[in-house]
């Protein structure tokens, strides 16, 4: 629909015409407050155009404090007054908003600054749906604001908007008689009123020309995570792109969170996020930011994700990185300011995080005795951890050896189906009817039979990989190749890669690991370091190696082998050599919720620590 042609006739053709926003020498742009892709818009207009003149909408009462906080940046900065009310006004400045990018880059230029709004109180907040600000990196910026203009051309405006947009267009008419190019940068919502006030001569508006109390204090960082316009992190990564003059992406900038929060998350507690849930959080995400109509998913969506596709520690992470912003400072010259949502109104919404951490368990003791709770201090046991004479915890290996005799009866009970054959009825019943079978060709009215052949031989060694731990670049997430012996008879020899010991405290001398892959083998005490053994030196990797160990020493003619890839050829070809067989699981068969206890394993550093692990762990 165009619009009638008494209405912003010279604005509207030189819209139409240069794709520009315009009133003769001024550029108009529209800004959405605190959007990072209008932050890069002032940016990209201010290299072409070069103005002579900044102007922004910001009230002149203000000017003092805002320039002195703006040139605080990357520091935070709070400009506050009371109001006649006895409320508190916060004007927080941020790297990603537009207003404040435009009187950056005046100061930087040494360009002429204006703040040509009116100081208006009591201001109610402008509750308007906005389509994503992705939106202008695939549509453009110009494309975006004249699709708002026009939705909105005819929307009658508040008196206090009517006020600031008629002294901003006064200020920009004075402005406009210089000559020069003026840049104005505003609030997408007024752009409409201001130009059709341009077309006409505008008044000075009364209202307040001084404002007495106004200060500006330092935000403090925990204030930081919760109050930013934007997600910290993506603050950040403008403000890094700004110094390096490159241009950020938003969706490029979420998934480099997501990479950060892997390798803490693994850092932290020793988990991988695999593909499969990478990639169903980004769906989730995607899917979640389309039912609230935007692009791109928010902070606040990406938690909620990375929640549901991985877990609440996960989540945790990318909370932690997301809302940090690195820029703070023990010194600010400043008096720090501590402000939470509600005190700028902002629509929020709250995320519990339930983490899984190790707990100290209190121990019962005598009434008449008061036993100190124990401060968990990580980096000194960590510091105190000599790695001499370590040893495993009972608990731990109670746990795997059972799974290994789990993993063979497992193996026995499928080779043993994989025997059973179905046959119609003749002349015997074999081991009996086959009730499923003979359901299921009911129409053909014979009876079917299960005959059993018997299965030879037993299950010797199991070998369980968690991770082959094969990487491009060469660098190894599970270093510590160990075999340790069974200390009785109950025990199997083992042998395993993980993470190093001493790395992760949960203790004095309790050091947690976890696996990458382990072998068992019955019976104990036979098995040389398989790490140091020459013969297995032809392995390529780590589960090779392992599975080349377990049909070495196997008594039995069977070995289990659970992983996420089949076995090798060059093993297939070993165990035939050997006279063997390989009885292969895959990993994605078996409960992740056992596997994740099992793989997780704490090393004692001395017998002696196995008297008071059970306080810790």
């Given at each position: 629909m165009r619009l009638p042609p008494t209405i912003f006739p010279n604005w509207w053709i030189a819209l139409n015409k240069t794709a520009e926003i315009r009133w003769h020498n001024i550029r108009v742009v529209p800004i959405l407050h605190n959007r990072m892709e209008f932050a890069l818009e002032v940016r990209r207009?201010?290299?072409?155009?070069?103005?002579?003149?900044?102007a922004v909408e910001y009230p002149d009462t203000l000017k003092t404090r805002i320039i002195q906080g703006v040139k605080r940046l990357p520091l935070l900065s709070v400009v506050h007054y009371e109001g006649r009310d006895g409320a508190f006004v916060y004007l927080s400045l941020e790297p990603c908003d537009g207003q404040v990018e435009a009187v950056r880059l005046a100061l930087d230029h040494d360009i002429p600054l204006h703040f040509i709004d009116r100081d208006t109180e009591n201001y109610?907040?402008?509750h308007t749906p906005m389509p994503d600000s992705y939106a202008t990196t695939r549509i453009g910026h110009t494309a975006y604001c004249r699709a708002y203009m026009e939705t909105h051309r005819n929307r009658k405006p508040m008196p206090e908007d009517t006020l600031r947009e008629k002294t901003m267009a006064?200020?920009?008419?004075?402005?406009a008689e210089s000559g020069k190019k003026v840049l104005f940068v505003g609030g997408l919502s007024h752009v409409n009123g201001i130009l059709s006030m341009l077309e006409h001569p505008q008044a000075p508006v009364i209202g307040r020309r001084v404002r007495e109390n106004v200060g500006l204090a330092h935000l403090h960082r925990d204030s930081s995570r919760e109050i930013m316009g934007e997600m910290p992190f993506l603050q950040a990564a403008y403000e890094r792109h700004r110094v390096e003059g490159e241009t950020p992406d938003r969706f490029e900038v979420q998934m480099a969170l997501l990479e950060a929060a892997k390798k803490k998350y693994w850092k932290n507690s020793k988990e991988k996020v695999s593909r499969i849930q990478l990639r169903i959080l980004n769906?989730?995400?995607r899917n979640y930011a389309l039912l609230n109509h935007k692009l791109v998913p928010d902070f606040y969506q990406l938690i909620v994700a990375s929640r549901g596709a991985v877990d609440d520690n996960f989540a945790y992470e990318v909370w932690d990185l997301g809302s940090d912003y690195p820029w703070q400072t023990e010194n600010p010259g400043l008096s720090v300011l501590r402000l939470r949502g509600e005190d700028l109104f902002?629509?929020?919404?709250?995320?519990?995080?339930?983490?899984?951490?190790?707990t100290m368990r209190r121990r019962l003791v005598p009434v008449p005795v008061k036993e100190k709770r124990k401060r968990r201090d990580p980096e000194k046991w960590k510091k105190e951890f000599k790695g001499e004479s370590i040893?495993?915890?009972?608990?731990?290996?109670?746990?795997?050896e059972g799974y290994g005799h789990y993993l063979q009866k497992k193996a026995l009970q499928i080779k043993q189906e994989e025997n059973i054959r179905i046959e119609p009825f003749s002349c015997s019943m074999q081991d009996g009817i086959d009730i499923r079978e003979t359901i299921r060709e009911w129409s053909s009215g014979k009876l079917y039979v299960r005959a059993e052949r018997p299965f030879k031989g037993k299950v010797g060694s199991v070998v369980v990989i968690f991770d082959p731990d094969v990487s491009k670049d060469?660098?190894?997430?599970?270093?510590w190749c160990v075999t340790w012996l069974g200390e009785h008879s109950q025990e199997s020899d083992m042998a395993f890669y993980s993470t190093p010991a001493g790395e992760v405290m949960d203790g004095p001398g309790i050091s947690r690991c976890q696996y990458g892959g382990f072998m068992l083998s019955y019976p104990p005490l036979r098995v040389y370091d398989i790490w140091r053994d020459s013969f297995f030196g032809v392995a390529r990797n780590k589960p090779e190696r392992l599975l080349m160990a377990a049909l070495d020493y196997s008594l039995e003619k069977h070995v289990v082998y659970l992983a996420a890839d089949p076995p090798s050829g060059w093993c297939q070809s070993m165990a035939a050599r050997l006279g063997k067989k390989i009885f292969y699981l895959p990993l994605g068969t078996f409960s992740p919720v056992t596997l994740k206890k099992i793989r997780q394993f704490h090393v004692l550093d001395g017998h002696g620590v196995r008297r008071y692990a059970g306080d810790y762990l």
């Open positions: 207009v201010f290299r072409s155009f070069q103005p002579d003149h900044v109610s907040h402008d006064y200020h920009l008419q004075k402005l769906r989730f995400a902002l629509d929020q919404k709250r995320i519990r995080f339930h983490r899984q951490f190790k040893c495993s915890y009972p608990p731990e290996d109670v746990a795997v060469g660098e190894e997430n599970f270093p």
